[in-house]
């Protein structure tokens, strides 16, 4: 499914109901280029999880961990230049997602490196400076009826 929003605000509030309706165990991939909105999408939903602190990319450190209405383990593989750097840091043991969350940046970089299941949303520029394309898929076994009901009222 795809949506497009016309502008950043936009974008930010589609991600806010996402967070708000997100269950638990849910593991969310987002690619795009740089400056595509992926850090502003992440802002957004952790808004929608009731996240008061500031939501920033974990480029240098390369994992945030954010408490909300979930836990959410935010991740940024942007730097990462080996697929064995993210054992060095414990990728494969915090993203799991057990009763929380886990978001992933920059996740096409070692798509063999993914969970089973997960969500992607890859971001990309519309027509204009301010649109966005967002274009969502699910891989492995997971359940998106959720989020393609929720997608579905965003055309109406």
Known sequence: MEIITKAPEETSALACR???????????????????????????????????????SPTFNLM?????????????????????ELEEFGFYEYSEPDDGLVLIEWADKFPEALPEAYIRIHIE?????????????????????WLRELLSQEGK
């Open 64 to 84: 945030n961990v954010y408490e909300g209405r979930l836990l959410v383990r935010h991740f940024d593989l942007y730097r990462l230049e080996d697929e064995s």
């Open 125 to 145: 520029r519309g027509q204009d400076e301010n649109e966005r394309v967002l274009s969502f898929t699910r891989a492995g076994e997971i359940d998106a009826a």
């Open 18 to 56: 996402i967070g708000k309706n997100v269950p638990a165990g849910t593991v969310i991939c987002l690619t795009g280029d740089l400056g595509a909105g992926k850090t502003l999408f992440t802002e957004g939903f952790c808004r929608g999880l009731g996240i008061d602190s500031d939501v920033t």
